[in-house]
């Protein structure tokens, strides 16, 4: 429920690098070596691949002539972003309002007390009609728009277009975004579906362009992504449809989808060349990496007697941008050297009972959950999905960067 420029400002502090906003692509060619771009300010920009995610009418898509098909259900919706004074019982959550059997207006609270409405509205579509509509779903109570910031209108769509990567998969231009689908706003999905493309996607990038992986690492990005986004797209037109129908029902569709909706439930197929089907305890191929507590052990000295440790979920302790191979319980690395070549690419971890300790591994640690009998190991994906459990994790490595 934090608007979009909130999020954008807060990203945009993490970058490095400056941002050219209000510029345009009105050229792109690739080539076997890279991409050449230019805008509308006279700029050209080389390199070797292009990330296009410019947006549902992407001139990059239509150039490319990668195509965008799929339904459109004949329902327009009003969006007021507006503040507001009532003397309705004000919360912080989501508010969905039954009329007639149907829920057509929605109440979603924002940041700095600011307040969306959603509204299905039938025949034209006015800001008025749509404030009208407003008060007529939370009467009896009164309510006052003060300033609205922002009124429009938006016409469901649901597409996907039918390869994120030029040159049926081959190419250098890789489609994210609304570029590479487009869904019903229903369950705010959009923008976090968008970010977990590129999540999912620059750490390949970056593999590839360094020289560390081929066409498996960037094809695995459209097969896994593009069955995400049909999935989005599924949890959206239910959502969108079940608004002509009880508020109940709707509530029903979005706690049974809350997975997808929250992007935490988001599972990759074993169908893809990334995740291979295996699994150990919580740790399934395909899945979130569970987010476990463990303990950090510093390394042992001859002048350390006492050791503090410090607990701590694993998600406070990953980072982002290499393999992890973890070994679990009584699993050791049969040769360091291997770690020693991998070191590039992959963090070597060993989390284990406290009690058969390595020196040696940086990555160290106790955990409760671990059963001294047992042993594993998992590899985790940068993007902190769990590629593969199992003894040939080397020759899983050696796949991905093949």
Same mark, same amino acid.
């Given at each position: 429920m934090i608007g979009q420029s909130e999020v954008e400002e807060a990203l945009l502090h993490q970058l490095d690098i400056p941002v050219d906003y209000n510029s345009h692509v009105n050229g792109i060619e690739e080539t076997t070596s890279g991409v050449v771009v230019t805008t509308d300010k006279g700029k050209t920009i080389t390199a070797k691949y292009a990330i296009a995610a410019d947006g549902a009418r992407s001139f990059v898509r239509t150039t490319l002539g990668i195509p965008f098909t799929g339904t459109k259900p004949e329902m327009v919706w009003a969006v007021l972003d507006t503040f507001i004074k009532t003397d309705f019982p004000v919360c912080p959550e989501i508010i969905t309002?039954?009329? +007639? &059997?149907? =829920? *057509?207006?929605?109440?979603?609270?924002?940041?700095?007390? $600011?307040?969306?409405?959603?509204?299905? @509205? +039938? &025949?034209?579509?006015?800001?008025?009609?749509?404030?009208?509509?407003?008060?007529?779903? $939370?009467?009896?109570?009164?309510?006052?728009?003060?300033? /609205?910031?922002?009124?429009? /209108?938006?016409? %469901?769509?649901?597409?996907?277009? =039918? /390869?994120?990567? =030029?040159? +049926?998969?081959? &190419? *250098? %231009?890789?489609? #994210?975004?609304?570029a590479a689908h487009v869904h019903a706003v229903n369950g705010g999905q959009g923008l976090n579906t968008g970010i977990a493309d590129a999540f999912n996607l620059i750490w390949r990038v970056a593999f590839v362009a360094k020289g560390h992986g081929g066409s498996t690492l960037l094809k695995s990005y459209d097969e896994e992504r593009r069955a995400t986004a049909s999935a989005v797209i599924d949890v959206a037109a239910k959502l969108v449809r079940t608004t002509v129908k009880t508020a109940l029902e709707y509530v029903e569709i979005i706690e049974k989808n809350a997975g997808y909706i929250t992007g935490m439930g988001v599972s990759y197929s074993s169908n893809t060349p990334l995740v291979v089907d295996s699994n150990y305890g919580d740790f399934v191929a395909g899945n979130r990496c569970p987010d476990l507590w463990v303990t950090k052990l510093p390394v042992r000295s001859s002048q350390t007697n006492a050791e503090e440790l410090s607990r $701590?979920? @694993?998600?406070?302790?990953?980072?982002? &941008?290499?393999?992890?191979? @973890?070994?679990?319980?009584?699993?050791?690395? #049969? =040769?360091f050297e291997q770690a020693i070549e991998l070191q590039q690419k992959a963090e070597i971890w060993h989390i284990h009972d406290q009690d058969h300790r390595l020196t040696t591994l940086t990555y160290e640690f106790g955990a409760e959950w671990v059963k001294s009998d047992e042993g594993a190991v998992v590899v985790v994906r940068p993007d902190l999905y769990i590629g593969y459990v199992g003894k040939d994790w080397v020759q899983y490595l050696a796949s991905v960067f093949n």
């Open positions: 309002f039954q009329k +007639d &059997g149907q =829920s *057509r207006v929605a109440w979603i609270p924002r940041e700095r007390g $600011m307040n969306r409405f959603y509204i299905l @509205l +039938d &025949g034209e579509i006015t800001q008025e009609k749509a404030e009208a509509s407003v008060r007529d779903h $939370m009467a009896p109570h009164k309510v006052e728009f003060k300033k /609205t910031e922002w009124f429009s /209108t938006f016409e %469901i769509k649901e597409r996907v277009a =039918s /390869t994120f990567i =030029s040159k +049926d998969g081959n &190419g *250098r %231009i890789l489609l #994210a975004g609304d $701590m979920r @694993l998600y406070e302790l990953f980072g982002y &941008g290499k393999f992890k191979v @973890l070994f679990i319980g009584n699993e050791k690395p #049969a =040769s």
